[in-house]
């Protein structure tokens, strides 16, 4: 089984310490992620402004840039298709590079309440007011994920969860969760 494990930009991964986690499977990073950790295998970046930064400050060759068709929702899911975000975009290139166990990290769209569309790199640069995550979206991007997920039946899709948040249920033989502190224990030093 090859593990892969998907860092989303969403503030419950902050306690978790990335460099533990190199070498023990495929990291794929999100965006501005290059900010604070470089150890990642591939960076998945979708939107311009984000997309300029990387190429400009990170001279990284390790950088994927999804075609502007594959920035979107899949024309399979819907024919009217809405913009994806990054961590959709890394979980795509993870089963793409035949990656079978997932770990989701920072995929805080799935949390109720304001945490729902906390980013850690919120109000800098390429994260202005305009490109805040709105609740409102949270929905449809959970419906996207959920239909992603039954696409790919031969994958294990594994959420970091902070304790003590509720969070949407995803439902699916393929789909579970673990506490951020249980990940950490059996992944983290």
Known sequence: MKKAFIVGNGTSRVPIPLPELVGK???FGCNALYRDFTDYDYLISIDDEIIEEVQDKANDDRLI???EEDRWEHSDYSKNRRRSNAGMNAM???VNKDCTKIYCLGFDFILKD?????????????????THANEADNPFRIKYLSWYMK??????????????FKYEALSGPNVTGIYIDKFMAKYCG
């Open 92 to 94: 795509i290139e993870a």
């Open 25 to 27: 499977g495929v990291i």
């Open 65 to 67: 840039i999804p075609d």
């Open 151 to 164: 696409q790919n039946k031969d994958t294990n899709f594994t959420f970091v969860l902070p304790r003590n």
């Open 114 to 130: 304001k945490i729902s569309t906390s980013n850690v790199y919120e109000d800098t640069e390429c994260y202005g007011s305009e």
